[in-house]
């Protein structure tokens, strides 16, 4: 790492960069302007007060409409970042109908030709483009640097290199071939064009929505989130510039609904990759399922919706681990990540040296504008909507009997969507607090008696719909067993002694099943192959000389 020899670059290659983020970021940050530290400061500063114009861009062509947006800076909500428009119904037909001209071309472009865009434009993104993408990443979506280094770069990075390998595999995953036949197999994109509907969480995962399935041969529609729009942008030109052709993937911000209705109801309607929320997801299901005798083909449906994340400590746990894992989990990005920890189930027997522990390094958290102090733990949430829903949760905990507020409890939106970090405890294991999402800085604890740990798997596995990630903390091996076997279906992502966030891509692929999600792991080898529909080809070389059998003569 840091080949430079200058100063130890803060930037490490991808993969290796969640390894060695505490000896990394302690020491380097505020940084003695090394060249990617002041090439980050400078693109930092290039954003100070500007407002980027960003169009839809339909039919290689930049298009606006009357509908005009704004994205703000969530923890300086005075400064618009970016200026953008909703396409239309018509426009989001024009995209469509442009797609689908494009598409047979770029299905029969050799996949190494397609996976080259990629791979370039994972070069660009880690070298000349990083600073530009992290900066939009923390000013227009509220990261700190180190967040907006495991996104926007080590992890849409990793995504782009590891589908481009895993895409050239699978080509030369090819069936057995006998003397008279030749057998192969031709993975094809589908028929149709994709639909890439895309969070505000993370850059990567809009990157890496719309760009797998145009790996793989697809088309792809791409409506950004409102709220992540500056560096969704940043990307799409990447690619651009990288080779992609025009209309391979076009950038249609939308409404919605709009964009929902306009893309199930068109008969070329072949995927939807979907992360958002469970009743978003449920809607465009179930209006494919409205539409399904207009489809040419049954479209695949791949969606993540979030969870309700559980560290279950056992009286046996490391307390350093589960206090200082907790507070990661928990707060990193204000608990704004699907695998955010947001019930920790505690022993009575450790709980008060937890609780101790626990709230001392609360205090320390820093919470502010994560571009004027590196400091920063983490920043506002992402907009008012947030605000307003997370500010209910803690009304909620300040009424509610069962409810004790530990740390925290303070909001405040007069310059940025800014909101304390939160621990409540709970007398009520069932409570509202412990089974919904609420995706923002809010730690429910629930203290069980030791002896009655089993009860606890059981509550763990029945509270709540979701099934996305989890972490058990314990050192007897038989414990640690028992949980494994118990939560099975408690989630996609199992973490041992470890935090429930933090996924890497090739290492944890990522995604939970229940209402968590359709679990396809993007990250993983196979993920890829849900967007191709391979077409197998037996061509036998020997004439046919007979129809009858032998047993007949
Ligand atoms: C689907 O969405 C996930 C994020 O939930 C993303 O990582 C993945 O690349 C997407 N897949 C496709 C094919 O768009
Ligand atoms: C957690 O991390 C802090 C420093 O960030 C450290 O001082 C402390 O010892 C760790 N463990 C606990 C239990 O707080
Ligand atoms: C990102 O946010 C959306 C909500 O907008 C949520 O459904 C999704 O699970 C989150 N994904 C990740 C990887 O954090
Ligand atoms: C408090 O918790 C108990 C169960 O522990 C439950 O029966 C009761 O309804 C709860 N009260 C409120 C107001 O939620």
């Known amino acids: 790492m840091g080949g430079s020899g200058q100063c130890p670059s803060p930037f490490p290659r991808p993969s290796l960069l969640l390894a060695q983020l505490g000896a990394l970021w302690g020491p380097c940050l505020p940084c003695a302007a090394p060249a990617p530290c002041s090439a980050l400061a400078q693109a930092l500063a290039d954003l100070k007060g500007r407002t980027e114009n960003i169009p839809c861009v339909v039919g290689g062509e930049e298009v606006w409409t009357g509908a005009v947006r704004y994205q703000l800076s969530p923890f300086n909500h005075a400064h618009k970042v970016a200026k953008f428009c909703y396409a239309d119904k018509d426009l989001i037909n024009k995209a469509i109908n442009a797609a689908l001209a494009a598409r047979k071309e770029w299905d029969l472009k050799p996949v190494q030709d397609r996976a080259q865009i990629f791979l370039k434009a994972a070069d660009m993104l880690s070298g000349p483009r990083r600073a530009e993408v992290l900066a939009k990443t923390m000013v227009g979506q509220g990261k700190t640097v180190i967040q907006a280094e495991i996104d926007a770069a080590a992890e849409l990075i990793d995504f ?72 969704s ?23 919605g609904p709009v964009f929902g209705d306009a893309v199930t109801s068109n008969q070329h309607f072949c995927g939807l990759n979907f992360t958002g929320s469970v009743p978003t997801f449920k809607r465009l299901w179930k209006q ?19 969870g309700k994340n559980f560290h279950l400590v056992h009286s046996s746990a490391d307390v350093s681990s ?20 947001s019930r920790l189930y505690a022993p009575d027997s450790l709980w008060p040296q937890i609780k101790e522990k626990l709230l001392e390094e609360t205090k320390k958290i820093k919470v502010g504008d994560p571009a004027q102090d590196f400091g920063t733990f983490f920043s506002a949430v992402i907009d008012d909507k947030s605000f307003a829903r997370i500010k209910k949760w803690i009304e909620h905990a300040k009424k509610s009997p069962n409810l004790t507020i530990l740390a925290g409890g303070g909001c405040d939106d007069s310059v940025g969507y800014f909101i304390e970090p939160c621990i409540v405890e709970s007398k009520d294991p069932k409570d509202p607090i412990m089974k919904e999402e609420i995706f923002g800085p809010i730690l429910t604890v629930y203290v069980y008696p030791e002896k009655q740990y089993k009860d606890v798997l059981e509550l763990i596995d029945t509270t709540t719909p979701y099934g996305l990630t989890g972490a058990v903390f314990a050192q007897e091996k038989s414990i640690i067993e028992e949980a494994r076997s118990y939560l099975r279906n408690s989630a996609g992502n199992f973490y041992i002694n470890d935090k429930s966030t933090g996924a890497v891509v090739a290492q944890q692929p990522f995604g939970g099943s229940r209402i968590s999600g359709t679990n396809d792991k993007p990250g993983g080898p196979h993920y890829i192959l849900r967007w191709t529909s391979p077409q197998a080809i037996k061509e036998t070389h020997v004439p046919l000389r007979d129809w009858r059998y032998a047993y007949m003569h």
């Open 233 to 255: 942008y940043a990307v799409y030109r990447i690619l651009l510039e990288a080779g992609l052709p025009p209309n391979v993937i076009q950038f249609v911000p939308a409404d």
């Open 160 to 231: 782009f290199r590891f589908n481009a390998k895993y895409a050239l595999e699978l080509e030369s995953s090819q069936p057995i071939s006998v003397d008279i036949s030749t057998n192969s197999m031709v993975y094809r994109g589908l028929e149709g064009f994709v639909a890439a509907v895309s969070p505000f969480n993370f850059t990567a995962i809009g990157g890496n929505l719309a760009g797998a399935p145009a790996l793989m041969g697809n088309v792809v529609l791409w409506k950004p989130s409102d709220t992540a729009l500056l560096s």
């Open 288 to 306: 494919v399922a409205e539409n399904l005798d207009c489809y040419r083909n049954f479209p695949r449906l791949a969606g993540e919706c979030g």
């Open 322 to 341: 589960v206090v200082n894992g907790t507070l990661r989990s928990a707060f990193e990005y204000g608990g704004q990540k699907c695998s955010a920890c």
